[in-house]
């Protein structure tokens, strides 16, 4: 069955920088859209960035200029490049996938989350 697991998260200072990493397992990175959202405490999820199938990303205005959202295919890991991270970022960040090449639409699969704390 298909198994996403992120890693990376932690406490960190506000301006400082985090990579949150998402190990697929039963799901080839890279074939299909995946994306990571977010969940701070008393707040709906939202979508921070995603990836389709041919590379193309979106993300948040929140994040637009400090994070990045990758993938390694030959890893089989999705990558999120956290820069410039502010208390408001502090949430559980999910990783999640689709069935789908496209962005549109929910997701199937989803992790169990990394917390990310930003103090200032």
């Known amino acids: 069955r298909v198994q996403l697991v992120e890693s990376g998260g932690g406490s960190v200072q506000s301006g400082g920088s985090l990579r949150l990493s998402c190990a697929a397992a039963?799901?080839?990175?890279?074939?299909?859209?995946m994306g990571w959202f977010r969940q701070a405490p008393g707040k709906e999820r939202e979508g921070v960035a995603v990836?389709?199938?041919?590379?193309?990303?979106s993300n948040a205005d929140s994040v637009k200029g400090r994070f990045t959202i990758s993938q390694d295919n030959a890893k089989n890991t999705l990558y999120l490049q956290m820069n410039s991270l502010t208390p408001e970022d502090t949430a559980t960040y999910y990783c999640?996938?689709?069935?789908?090449?496209?962005?549109?639409?929910?997701?199937?699969?989803w992790g169990q989350g990394t917390q990310v704390t930003v103090s200032s």
């Open positions: 999640a996938a689709r069935g789908d090449f496209y962005c549109s639409g929910s997701y199937t699969f």
């Open positions: 039963d799901y080839a990175v890279g074939t299909y859209c």
């Open positions: 990836i389709d199938s041919d590379g193309s990303t």
